[in-house]
């Protein structure tokens, strides 16, 4: 069965820190990749994914993310946060042929002034 | 709003109780997924429907709990003889399958507090 991994429970950051958050899954075939995220008393919203093609997605709100298929890891990352980036953040993975995702523990990230 | 929306938002229940949540997905969505967060837990998938059809369920998904989507739209989730246990965020998601692969959006979720 499919499973994910993220390094970090919790993060915090101050802001214009640059920002990586890890993401590691097990499975070995397709996959569709994902990184969600849950502003405090707010519903799930997607940031970006990675179907195929170039394995540097862009994102909303200047995130990116980058999938390496030989370390298995869709990491995702941020230049320079702010304070509004404070939430939760969940990377998810599913088999190709849009099967329910799996989703990691999360990282709460807080930042800082 | 036209996103996924959930009713209730919270639910407070007696153990022993039955409880009853609806999801209204995004129209025309026909997939709709129920998940399960915890606290300090990414969710975790229950069910996902096809339509009005059930196309899987979770372990996580006890005799107690029931799902169904009787017309294609909106899905209702039912735990009889509630215990502590099932305490959690019920996050309800759809999407729009056949046309290559797709993302799934969330509503906001029911939270059951089982005392």
């Known amino acids: 069965a499919q499973s994910v991994s993220q390094h970090n429970h919790h993060v915090i950051l101050s802001e214009a820190a640059s920002l990586e958050l890890g993401c590691n899954y097990s499975y070995g075939g397709t996959v569709n990749l994902f990184w969600y995220v849950q502003y405090p008393g707010q519903h799930l919203q997607l940031l970006l994914k990675y179907f195929s093609g170039d394995p540097l997605v862009k994102g909303i709100k200047g995130f990116e993310a980058e999938f390496i298929k030989s370390k298995f890891s869709f990491n995702l990352r941020k230049p320079s946060v702010q304070w509004s980036d404070t939430a939760e953040y969940f990377c998810?993975?599913?088999?190709?042929?849009?099967?329910?995702?799996?989703f990691g523990k999360g990282t709460r990230l807080s930042v800082i002034a | 709003d036209t996103g996924v929306s959930q009713d209730p938002r919270h639910k407070i229940t007696k153990r022993g109780q039955n409880v009853t949540f609806r999801c209204d997905p995004i129209s025309e969505h026909n997939r709709l997924y129920w998940y399960r967060q915890t606290l300090g837990q990414g969710p975790e998938f229950l069910t996902y429907f096809q339509n009005e059809a059930q196309l899987e369920k979770s372990r996580l998904l006890s005799d107690r709990f029931s799902a169904e989507r009787p017309k294609g739209s909106f899905s209702t989730l039912e735990i009889q003889r509630t215990e502590q246990g099932d305490s959690a965020m019920y996050l309800c998601?759809?999407?729009?399958?056949?046309?290559?692969?797709?993302?799934?959006?969330f509503g906001q979720g029911t939270r059951l507090t089982v005392v």
């Open positions: 998601a759809s999407s729009l399958v056949g046309q290559g692969n797709t993302e799934a959006f």
């Open positions: 998810a993975v599913r088999d190709s042929g849009n099967t329910p995702l799996v």
